[in-house]
């Protein structure tokens, strides 16, 4: 029996799509594992709730929902009490700052050094602090894992780093921004100009109101940086991306590459010679054409040549599914003789 | 140190290329699990090799290549030699054939029945006997892999397997035929007829001689079966698979779906309606309009939403490539305290 007590740090849109999803898949993990996963604590930005036998998941986020808050006022900072608190694991959920990582890192930090593993959504500490954190997991024998990071549902990270164990992956190169594909592929199915594209997408609630963020390639050069640490082995910060974003690609580029039978998308690349995000002409019908929200990623290889994955980059569930499936191989990982599945 | 003797049995491209590969990967699986892969006996159609020690396997293909056959007249039936000799695995890359499974399904159960393990890339035996090879795998506690046998080196099998372990899957849906998404990409791009389309595949060794087996969806039906039985736990054969190839499929319907913006693709479908093979009109864009030879799959689940998985559906290297991840596998779950990579 494999005992599974979470922390839940940020009760935003993921974190309550993990607690539902927490919910919703306990019985998987009952069946496998003998038990399921125990919310034993939960933090939003003011407040937090507690309780040894575990948190009802449905409770939390009806109370988040009807309250605006999870419960009362916490007594010492969130790392002072990650420090402190009896648990397993922490899900770190609150949202990216690509500033100074904060304070998703606090989190991160305290609860590596007590020696508790760590499953995250934040970009932000892995595009800034890479290297640290996963020097600390290291040396404190814990599991640090951050599929929900990059691609939302999409098991990027999963299947290169366990996957394709056999295989030398020499780039990578992908779609990992759905609201700037969004944009692109409006442009080009409808012959929208920019403007009213950005507006459409805003409206249905892909960008955010100050849209620079996806449409200058930041998001897209944060998921660069941590597949280059995770996967590709290099050291760099969303700094070492170059970068150039989608302001300047106008309708009549657009249509110009579709009389080539060619689309424009933002492309974010690990290749040989660096770390890039910059848009890019895609002949149709190759899998780095795709329309649409989806994150796709390109992956090329020694053996299997090329293999391509894709999946929802965002979304409530779409990223409570990337939690979940790393808090499933945590739990594997502590199985007295763990098999592979 | 984990000990792999493996026994190789077919030795065409695909035999070929995991020698090739077992070779170039050596010193991966000496860093990870102190001893590489032995191969102890390696057949062909007519001849065998063994040696305790190893075989050489560059030595092995130049053999092959060179002669025309690997070795010396077998003594005794595959079988026969297969409950027999002394190894840990038996991977099996035999031509399928969906009249019988001869003789792979030989191979397999009198594998299965010494208590090895095996790694396949034949699809008739999963696609006519998966019920029975499997139980027998199960009853023997023994490992039966076959990443290989759909979608050449995609992880279409191992990703449903192991990564998406916490998501319901309701549907897989995918273009599972090169040689037939080839066919109809060039009638889309070139303006091309069936008949010059098809040649044009032909020439380029993407199709058979007799291209029935690809175009009138029998191979795709098979990869059907595969996937239902593996990942959606049905009990089916190809037999049950409903089929229509792309025989009906002329460019004036390729023409008008362009018109709509829309491509005609051979799609292979396991849903809670049934298994079926049938061509589809696909939105461009979507990711199931992928033009070439690339083989893709679009699950679609609870959670994750969709998750599609595509790559090179055939080759020597890539073929060899699913082989290979099967086989560290099956040695990272002989680890006495195995982790998740």
């Given at each position: 029996?494999?005992?599974?007590?979470?922390?839940?740090?940020?009760?935003?849109?993921?974190?309550?799509?993990?607690?539902?999803?927490?919910?919703?898949?306990?019985?998987?993990?009952?069946?496998?594992?003998?038990?399921?996963?125990?919310?034993?604590?939960?933090?939003?930005?003011?407040?937090?709730?507690?309780?040894?036998?575990?948190?009802?998941?449905?409770?939390?986020?009806?109370?988040?929902?009807?309250?605006?808050?999870?419960?009362?006022?916490?007594?010492?900072?969130?790392?002072?009490?990650?420090?402190?608190?009896?648990?397993?694991?922490?899900?770190?959920?609150?949202?990216?700052?690509?500033?100074?990582?904060?304070?998703?890192?606090?989190?991160?930090?305290?609860?590596?050094?007590?020696?508790?593993?760590?499953?995250?959504?934040?970009?932000?500490?892995?595009?800034?602090?890479?290297?640290?954190?996963?020097?600390?997991?290291?040396?404190?024998?814990?599991?640090?894992?951050?599929?929900?990071?990059?691609?939302?549902?999409?098991?990027?990270?999963?299947?290169?780093?366990?996957?394709?164990?056999?295989?030398?992956?020499?780039?990578?190169?992908?779609?990992?921004?759905?609201?700037?594909?969004?944009?692109?592929?409006?442009?080009?199915?409808?012959?929208?100009?920019?403007?009213?594209?950005?507006?459409?997408?805003?409206?249905?609630?892909?960008?955010?109101?100050?849209?620079?963020?996806?449409?200058?390639?930041?998001?897209?050069?944060?998921?660069?940086?941590?597949?280059?640490?995770?996967?590709?082995?290099?050291?760099?910060?969303?700094h070492d991306v170059e970068r150039t974003g989608i302001r300047g690609v106008n309708l009549e580029a657009v249509t110009l590459a579709a009389q080539d039978k060619k689309v424009i998308r933002l492309i974010g690349e690990i290749t040989e010679k660096g770390v890039e995000v910059a848009p890019r002409l895609i002949p149709r019908g190759h899998p780095l054409s795709i329309s649409g929200t989806l994150n796709t990623f390109h992956i090329q290889t020694d053996l299997a040549g090329e293999i391509i994955v894709a999946g929802r980059g965002a979304g409530r569930h779409e990223t409570a599914s990337a939690v979940m499936s790393d808090l499933w191989v945590i739990?594997?990982?502590?199985?007295?003789?763990?098999?592979?599945?």
């Open positions: 029996m494999i005992k599974m007590d979470a922390v839940l740090v940020g009760f935003g849109t993921v974190g309550q799509g993990v607690a539902e999803a927490i919910q919703m898949k306990d019985q998987l993990f009952v069946d496998r594992f003998g038990e399921g996963i125990r919310i034993v604590a939960a933090f939003d930005s003011n407040t937090y709730a507690a309780s040894k036998k575990g948190l009802n998941p449905t409770e939390l986020v009806r109370t988040k929902v009807g309250k605006g808050n999870i419960g009362k006022k916490r007594p010492e900072t969130i790392p002072e009490m990650l420090s402190r608190l009896d648990y397993d694991v922490l899900v770190e959920m609150t949202p990216t700052n690509i500033v100074d990582a904060k304070p998703g890192i606090d989190h991160i930090k305290a609860a590596l050094n007590a020696g508790r593993d760590v499953v995250t959504s934040n970009k932000g500490p892995l595009a800034l602090k890479f290297r640290e954190i996963s020097k600390l997991a290291a040396k404190n024998k814990c599991n640090l894992r951050f599929e929900a990071s990059v691609g939302g549902a999409t098991p990027v990270i999963n299947l290169a780093s366990e996957l394709l164990r056999c295989e030398r992956i020499s780039s990578i190169r992908g779609i990992m921004n759905g609201t700037c594909n969004y944009i692109l592929s409006r442009m080009e199915s409808e012959g929208l100009p920019w403007e009213p594209a950005l507006r459409e997408a805003q409206q249905l609630g892909y960008a955010e109101t100050d849209p620079s963020y996806d449409i200058d390639g930041i998001d897209t050069a944060c998921k660069v940086a941590i597949l280059a640490n995770a996967i590709m082995g290099n050291d760099v910060t969303v739990m594997r990982t502590k199985e007295p003789n763990s098999h592979s599945s």
